[in-house]
């Protein structure tokens, strides 16, 4: 089945949509009225996954609240749903369906940085995570460095050699960025990522 473009769709058309058998091993977004479909990539699955493991270790050595999910989750933000690659929350979620409570800080690594579809999306996203008050970390592993967006402030741009900062979502976290990357991460990847 086509996704459905260029119409408005409500919340309720993209739980029935993506609820459909022949969706049941695809994941969706639903971004401004519109449903759009997770790219899978591996490698984000690798750096998603390494930052992880730095976070939740962080968070275990501080004895700090909370849980870290992955893109099978999915938060319902300022009326849309979105599933980032890392979110961090303070209650277990339910389990069931799409959660309620939008994450204190999310992930989001870039599947393909040379995509100007995705780039526009998830500069549709930007807006709507701003709104709820939730910490994202925009991470594109071909310039290898990280943006930082926090509401009301200035978005940084941090490289390998610079360090993150958990904010008032991981109080006294200090990554350096280029910890965040596999070891052997090539330099270029081709222009046929998806």
Not at 89 to 98: F, K, N, S
Not at 119 to 125: A, I, W
């Amino acid at each position: 089945m086509a996704l459905p473009t260029k119409q408005t769709l409500t919340l309720d058309a993209f739980y029935t949509f993506v609820h459909l058998p022949e969706n049941a091993a695809k994941r969706f977004e639903f971004i401004d009225g519109e449903i759009i479909e997770v790219p899978s990539n591996s490698l984000v699955s690798v750096i998603a996954a390494e930052i992880i493991i730095l976070l939740g270790i962080f968070r275990k050595q501080q004895k700090l609240a909370g849980y870290f999910s992955t893109e099978g989750g999915g938060y319902i933000i300022d009326g849309n749903v979105f599933a980032p690659d890392v979110a961090y929350v303070r209650e277990l979620p339910a389990g069931d369906g799409y959660e309620p409570t939008p994450p204190l800080l999310v992930v989001e690594v870039i599947s393909n940085p040379r995509s100007n579809t995705e780039q526009t999306d998830l500069r549709r996203k930007l807006v709507h995570y701003m709104r709820a008050g939730v910490v994202v970390w925009v991470v594109d592993y071909l310039a290898r460095q990280v943006e930082v967006h926090q509401p009301g402030e200035a978005v940084l741009v941090l490289g390998e050699g610079e360090t993150l900062s958990g904010g008032t979502a991981l109080p006294g976290l200090d990554l350096t960025v280029a910890d965040i990357f596999p070891d052997d991460l090539p330099e270029s990847e081709s222009d046929d990522i998806s």
